[in-house]
C-alpha cells in the first residue's frame, strides 16, 4: 500500500498584502517584531493556494467563496534577525498548539483550526523589497497512512448522487466550515460525528491527492477515535469532488513531530521574496499614462 | 507631465454627464444602471466573479456603494498567448527552412534570491512521505471589470504573478495579451479603485463599437440582447485579447 501524500499549500500573497504589512510597520508595529494575527485564503478546489491579500490584515468578511484561515505574522526588523528566527523552534511551538488544539477540543468547534500557518518576513520598507517565508504546520503520522484503494473515488459513485448535490450545496455555503460529517443521512458538526461517518474537508487540491488540510484532520481523527483503522475523507472542490479512504496503522502520538516549511521555488529550504519597487517607481506610469 | 495627464483625465472624467438613457442597442454603450444589472447576472451566473465595494474615498457616486467593480481573482495563465496565435513572428528562417523560435523563459529569479539563497536552512529539509510533490505553478491574474463613465464602457483590469509569485512586470504583462491588441489598446494606469497599484487595463475606447457589431450580428439573425447580458460579450471579446487568461465566462451566449 501506497503512502497516502497530501498536496502541501503555495503561498500566494498579493501586493495589497505587502502594502499592508508595509503600512502596519510603519504606524503601528514599529520595531515591535511579536507574531501578529493575519487571514490567509483559499478557494475549495483552487489549486492548493494560500492567498493573503489587503483583508489579511484586516477582520471582516473573507473574498467570496473563499474559506478563511487563521495564521499569524512576524515581520522582524533586519535580514539579521530574519536569520536568527528559529524556524524549527517556531514550526514546533505551532505544532504544539495545533496538537493541544485538537486534544481540548478547540479544532472540533472551529476546524479551521486545523489549518494554521506561519509567516516570518523581513519588509525593507526603502527599498519596497520583502523576503517572506511561509510554514504551514502539519502533525506527522507514524507510520504514515495509507491510501487503501488506488484512485479516489467520485464523490457521486462513493455517497450517492444525493448527498454529493447536498455537501457540495453545504461547502458551498458562505462561512462553511472547514471540515464536517456526514452520517450517511445528514451533515453534523465535526464534535458530534462518530468514527464511522464520512469525515468531509473543503479541499484546497483541484485534482488527484488530497490538500494539506485533510492531512491535520486525518492526525485529529486517528487521535480522537484510536481504536479505528481506516476512515473516509470526502474532498469537496467547488464543483466536484471525491472520497480516499485512508488507512492508519497506530494512534496519532502525544510526543508529535512537525513539518511545514515551504520550499521556494527551487526546491531549496530557502525564503522568497518578492520585489515592489518598479510598482513604487512613479515613472513607471510615465509612459502608460499618456 | 505624466500626473498631469493623469489628473486631466480625471478631471474629464469627473465633469462627463453620467448617461441616463439606455443606448444599448443604438451605440453599444451601457449606462451605470445596465451596467449593474449585467454584473449581477455575471456574478449569479459565474460565482467565481464578485462585487467589490472598493475604498470608501474613491466610490463612484452613479455606482451602488457595494456594488463599484467586478472582480475575480487569482485566475491561471499556463502559456503566453503567442502560443496560441500561431506562428506569428515568431520564426526564424534558416535557408529554406522556417522553424519556431526558441524562447528561453524569462527570469526575474536570479536577481533577487541572492539574498534568499544567503539565508537557506538546509537543516530544516526532512524526509516527509506524505507530502505530494509541489503543484505545478503556473502565472495568475487577478481581473478586475470597472465602469468607465467617458466611454460608457466595462473596462478590464489585469494585474499578474508570475510563478514563483512575483508581480509581472509591464513586459511580462504583454506576453499575455494578443500581439494584434497588445500595443494598441493596453495601457499601463492606476486603477480606479486600486491607486497603489499600477494595472494594466485594456483600453476601451473601442468597446462600444465590438459590442454594437455584436448586437447588428444578433439583430441580422432576428435576435435580441438583453443589456443584462452585456457582460458575457464583453468578456467574450475580451477573450479573444487575452486567449490564455483562463477566467470563467461559461455562461452560454448565443447571438449568431
Known sequence: MDALRFVPFSSAPKVAFWQAVAERKLRDWRLDDAPRPARGFYWAGGGARLVLDGASLRDGAAPPGATALAGRVTVVNTLEAFRRVDKAALLRRAGDALAAAVDDGAALADPARLAPFEVVAFADLKRHAYVYWFAFPALVLRPAAAATRGAPAPLDDALGAAAARALLAAAAEPGAPLAFAWTGASRAPLREAAGGDVFCVLDPAAAGAPGWPARNLLWLLARRFPERRAFRIALLRGRGGCVVEARVAGGAAADVAVVGWEANASGRMAPRSADLAPLADPGALATAAA | ?256
Open chain 2, 1 to 256: 507631465m505624466a500626473r498631469l495627464l493623469a489628473k486631466a483625465k480625471e478631471v474629464r472624467e469627473a465633469l462627463y454627464p453620467v448617461l441616463q438613457q439606455s443606448a444599448f442597442a443604438e451605440r453599444g454603450v451601457l449606462t451605470p444602471d445596465e451596467f449593474v444589472k449585467a454584473g449581477d447576472e455575471l456574478v449569479g451566473k459565474c460565482p467565481t466573479w464578485a462585487w467589490e465595494s472598493g475604498d470608501a474615498s474613491r466610490r463612484k457616486n452613479y455606482l451602488p456603494a457595494d456594488k463599484q467593480y467586478l472582480v475575480t481573482r487569482d485566475v491561471p495563465c499556463a502559456q503566453r498567448a503567442k502560443a496560441v496565435e500561431g506562428c506569428g513572428e515568431d520564426v526564424d528562417t534558416e535557408g529554406d527552412f522556417v522553424v519556431p523560435k526558441v524562447t528561453t523563459p524569462s527570469s526575474t529569479e536570479a536577481e533577487v534570491d541572492d539574498v534568499c539563497a544567503s539565508l537557506e536552512e538546509a537543516s530544516l529539509q526532512v524526509n516527509d512521505d506524505a507530502a505530494a510533490p509541489a503543484t505545478l505553478q503556473t502565472r495568475r491574474y487577478d481581473l478586475s471589470i470597472t465602469y468607465d463613465k467617458y466611454w460608457q464602457s466595462p473596462r478590464m483590469w489585469l494585474f499578474g504573478y508570475n510563478e514563483q509569485h512575483a508581480p509581472l512586470t509591464q513586459k511580462q504583462t504583454l506576453e499575455d495579451i494578443v500581439s494584434a491588441y497588445a500595443l494598441r489598446t493596453v495601457t499601463f494606469e492606476r486603477h480606479p479603485h486600486l491607486a497603489d497599484l499600477p494595472h494594466a487595463s485594456i483600453h476601451p475606447c473601442k468597446h462600444p463599437q465590438a459590442m454594437k457589431r455584436i448586437l447588428d450580428q444578433a439583430a441580422r439573425n432576428g435576435k435580441g440582447v438583453d443589456p443584462a447580458q452585456a457582460l458575457f460579450f464583453f468578456l467574450k471579446f475580451i477573450a479573444n485579447m487575452i486567449p490564455t487568461i483562463d477566467y470563467d465566462f461559461t455562461h452560454d451566449v448565443v447571438a449568431g
